[in-house]
């Protein structure tokens, strides 16, 4: 089985920056995706961004321009640099991984999330 760890969440200030971090392990087959999804307490949770194995980019309209998510395929690793940070991205992250299994099964994987907030 895969586990999935995130870590870099913390308290900063409005218009800082912090870097989360996921790493995949375990095993393994092929990863055909990794994203972050963030969620309030009491809210839906909602995608952050998305990084496929070809390196194809998805954001949330309300990080696009702040946000960027990249990947070490070579560590299965997908990080989210946060830049500009606003008091509503305040929300515990959580991190998907999703892998493409033997006879193209998906699976889909959680991380435990890592707390960000943001002080105005």
């Known amino acids: 089985q895969v586990q999935v760890v995130e870590s870099g969440g913390g308290l900063v200030q409005a218009g800082g920056s912090l870097r989360l971090s996921c790493a995949a392990s375990?095993?393994?087959?092929?990863?055909?995706?990794m994203g972050w999804y963030r969620q309030a307490p009491g809210k839906q949770r909602e995608l952050v961004a998305t990084?496929?194995?070809?390196?194809?980019?998805n954001y949330a309209d309300s990080v696009k321009g702040r946000f960027t998510i990249s990947r070490d395929n070579a560590k299965n690793t997908v990080y989210l640099q946060m830049n500009s940070l606003k008091p509503e991205d305040t929300d515990v992250y959580y991190c998907?991984?999703?892998?493409?299994?033997?006879?193209?099964?998906?699976?889909?994987?959680w991380g435990q999330g890592t707390q960000v907030t943001v002080s105005s």
């Open positions: 998907k991984v999703t892998e493409t299994g033997r006879g193209r099964a998906l699976y889909h994987y």
């Open positions: 375990g095993s393994i087959f092929s990863i055909s995706a």
């Open positions: 990084i496929t194995s070809g390196a194809t980019t």
